[in-house]
């Protein structure tokens, strides 16, 4: 079984910068696809980018260019480093891992999930 613990989450504003941290434990994160997804209020949850177990990422179109998913296998650790932004990136930021090599934008493909950490862009 894996555990996931997100932490970095917090207040700031427009045009500044967080990094979120995805802390896995039970299971090497090197094995495993890893995702960043979120949930603003009243909305379902969407996805934000991916990388694989080989380290190809792949990005939403809305934070492509800003945001920059990365993991350090030695710490078993998976960042998320978001600059430039965006009051509209005001959510709950939830880690989640796969039990596969290719990363996927899709919800119902990850099998472990993090508690979320919450994130607030003030303009």
């Known amino acids: 079984q894996v555990q996931l613990v997100e932490s970095g989450g917090g207040l700031v504003q427009a045009g500044g910068s967080l990094r979120l941290s995805c802390a896995a434990s039970?299971?090497?994160?090197?094995?495993?696809?890893m995702g960043w997804f979120r949930q603003a209020p009243g909305q379902e949850r969407e996805f934000v980018t991916s990388?694989?177990?080989?380290?190809?990422?792949y990005y939403a179109n809305s934070v492509k260019g800003r945001f920059t998913i990365s993991r350090d296998n030695a710490k078993n650790t998976m960042y998320l480093q978001m600059n430039s932004l965006k009051p509209e990136d005001t959510a709950v930021y939830y880690c989640?891992?796969?039990?596969?090599?290719?990363?996927?934008?899709?919800?119902?493909?990850?099998?472990?999930w993090g508690q979320g950490t919450q994130v607030t862009v003030s303009s």
């Open positions: 039970g299971r090497t994160l090197s094995r495993l696809a």
């Open positions: 990388i694989s177990g080989s380290g190809n990422t």
């Open positions: 989640a891992g796969r039990t596969s090599y290719v990363y996927s934008s899709s919800l119902n493909d990850y099998n472990y």
